[in-house]
């Protein structure tokens, strides 16, 4: 799940974001899993504009910077075989609708 809080001035926005959920690991011919799920919790910011396209309909790009508050490891064979990202960026574009 997410949760952010945004403030707007003029056409530029900027939120607060939190992120929370599950990691899951799953391989072949492994005999004994440790723990194949983990908790996953993120937070950051949102940084975009947004503009009104009609009186319905609005674009808005955006940048999301990630921190990753619980740091997780894929290990087989006591070595570790991937990391999870400490930091993440995500790039995107939002087109919604306002229903009055």
Avoid: Y
């Avoid at 001035?9 to 723990?35: F, H, M, N, T, W």
């Avoid at 919790?41 to 504009?49: M, Y």
């Avoid at 894929?74 to 087109?95: C, H, K, R, Y």
Wanted: proline share 7%; charged share 15%.
């Amino acid at each position: 799940g997410s949760a952010m809080a945004c403030g707007h001035i003029r056409v530029l926005l900027g939120c607060a974001i939190g992120k929370a959920g599950q990691l899951r690991i799953s391989g072949l011919d492994v005999d004994e899993p440790l723990s194949p799920t983990a908790p996953v919790v993120q937070a950051g910011i949102r940084l975009g504009a947004q503009w009104e396209l009609s009186r319905v309909w609005f674009f808005t790009p955006h940048v999301d910077a990630l921190a990753l508050l619980t740091p997780r490891a894929v290990a087989l064979n006591e070595a570790t075989v991937w990391d999870m990202p400490p930091l993440s960026v995500l790039m995107g574009i939002d087109v919604g609708g306002h229903f009055r």
